[in-house]
């Protein structure tokens, strides 16, 4: 019977002091695709590297033309042309390789500093947020269910754009 009492005391402390604590939740995700700083730096890396990338599929097609030429000649048997030309097809190949594994990795690189710049802007954000607002605890990831009540993403959104129109 004691413990039982003490179990309820317990519960009971808990219940109290639970309803005094301010939880916030923040779908991270969300907030970074949402935001319109993000979207215009993404769509900025992707016109710098529009060039490049189209070079590159003018590289890929001709490559392709060359292939074709290549066996049409070994059709017609003339050898001494097709060992010029498999030599000349091999070097775009590797060329064409090299260019297009620099290129992902630059344009890859430039993604990645761009999502550590979002998410330092984010984290602050949080930061001055939840002590502007007395929230105890903001989470914001593996979480099973969260109610609309403690769902601030769009406020963290709209904090983000006031800061960054």
């Known amino acids: 019977m004691r413990a039982l009492v003490i179990?309820?005391?317990?519960?009971?402390?808990?219940?109290?002091n639970a309803e005094n604590i301010k939880i916030g939740f923040i779908d991270t995700e969300q907030v970074v695709v949402n935001l319109s700083q993000y979207k215009q730096s993404v769509d900025k890396i992707a016109s710098e590297f529009e060039p490049k990338k189209q070079e590159l599929l003018d590289?890929?097609?001709h490559i392709e033309l060359i292939r074709a030429s290549v066996e049409a000649s070994n059709k017609s048997g003339n050898l001494d042309s097709n060992e010029i030309e498999l030599s000349k097809l091999t070097a775009l190949e590797?060329?064409?390789?090299?260019?297009?594994?620099?290129?992902?990795?630059?344009?890859?690189?430039?993604?990645?500093?761009?999502?550590?710049?979002?998410e330092r802007l984010v984290n602050?954000?949080?930061?001055?947020?939840?002590?502007?607002?007395?929230?105890?605890?903001?989470?914001?990831?593996?979480?099973?269910?969260?109610?609309?009540?403690?769902?601030?993403?769009?406020?963290i959104i709209d904090e983000i754009e006031k800061l960054f129109p």
């Open 7 to 16: 179990f309820f005391f317990s519960f009971w402390c808990l219940y109290v």
């Open 59 to 61: 590289l890929f097609k």
């Open 94 to 118: 590797e060329s064409f390789k090299k260019e297009t594994e620099f290129w992902q990795k630059t344009m890859n690189n430039k993604k990645v500093n761009l999502l550590k710049k979002i």
């Open 124 to 155: 602050t954000t949080i930061n001055e947020f939840a002590i502007k607002e007395d929230y105890d605890l903001i989470l914001y990831k593996d979480i099973a269910f969260v109610s609309d009540k403690v769902n601030i993403t769009q406020q």
